[in-house]
């Protein structure tokens, strides 16, 4: 994982949760944790880590995943046993 990666890991568990945090950024994150990215219909994301998966909508016209993406991805996360 690079010092990048790293950072948005930090960020997506930051408390109170941040909303500058780059939906791009969490699909790289994603990527370096060995999931995968799927593309979908219009501007949905399915992030798939061993089998199990999170849903989510690319943000427009912004670049910033919404507070409540970052909550659900956080806690998808903690389900798979990954933490800072």
């Known amino acids: 994982m690079k010092t990048r990666q790293l950072k948005t890991l930090h ?7 941040r ?3 780059a939906f791009s950024e969490i699909e790289s994150l994603v ?14 994301v399915i992030f798939d880590m061993g089998g199990d998966v999170f849903h989510a909508h690319r943000p427009h016209p912004g ?10 991805f956080r806690e998808f996360l903690k389900a798979k046993g990954i933490s800072p």
């Open 11 to 17: 960020a997506v568990f930051d408390l109170p949760t």
């Open 19 to 21: 909303a500058n945090v």
């Open 31 to 44: 990527r370096a944790l060995g999931g995968s990215v799927v593309e979908r219909e219009g501007s949905r």
């Open 63 to 72: 670049k910033d995943a919404k507070k409540y993406q970052i909550e659900g």
